[in-house]
């Protein structure tokens, strides 16, 4: 697996495929289909997270299910317009894949390092326990002048370092990519559940 990657946005991940692939879109072509990859977290618990792969890279016809495969891509994102609003949808474009036999124990399953700048002020927060929490949203450049746009959250002394960080600000993050449920209030009567996507940072560098 020695293709080049675009430097400012890596992801390695290693799981178990965990749905059939969805078609998502066609460019001059070449077929982009969407499945899921459970990723085992340290505690006993899993994220789910969404994929996009290239019809040239496996047989999406193919069920592939229960299936162990290392990948290696990028964090992307879009805006899907839903109800007179833009939603921003996150999924790991693969650039690589190679099945593999079970993860043993101790391998890093899921890596990502970030080279961006951040877009929006930082939201510190403390939880009702006092455990320090700061959000980021963390601009990437893509070649031909497009960008991704990544939620980032850090904790404890990161979160407190973050807090001050400047919008424009130039910013290196290492971590890991989370899925998060949550609750959509749509209507006074109507509640959705929905997953959240972004990176849990466990070491980030201010470049100004």
Request: proline fraction near 3%; charged fraction near 30%.
């Amino acid at each position: 697996m020695t293709d080049k990657v675009i430097e400012n946005n890596q992801v390695t991940m290693m799981g178990e495929i965990a749905s059939d692939f969805t078609f998502s879109h066609e460019i001059f072509g070449e077929g982009f289909y969407m499945v899921d990859l459970k990723v085992k977290r340290l505690s006993d618990s899993s994220d789910i997270i969404p994929l996009m792969i290239s019809d040239r890279l496996v047989n999406v016809k193919e069920n592939y299910e229960g299936s162990n495969v290392c990948v290696i891509g990028q964090f992307r994102s879009y805006n899907r317009h839903e109800e007179k609003k833009n939603r921003l949808v996150l999924s790991v474009f693969v650039r690589e894949i190679e099945f593999v036999e079970e993860t043993g124990e101790g391998t890093k399953t899921n890596q990502i390092f970030l080279d961006g700048y951040i877009c929006k002020p930082p939201v510190y927060r403390k939880t009702p326990l006092g455990r320090e929490i700061a959000d980021l949203l963390v601009a990437v450049n893509r070649p031909y002048g497009k960008s991704d746009y990544i939620p980032c959250i850090c904790w404890g002394r990161n979160a407190r370092f973050a807090a001050d960080f400047t919008v424009g600000g130039h910013i290196q993050i290492w971590g890991r990519i989370q899925s998060r449920e949550y609750v959509k209030k749509i209507s006074e009567e109507e509640m959705e559940k929905r997953v959240a996507y972004e990176v849990s940072v466990s070491k980030l560098e201010y470049l100004e």
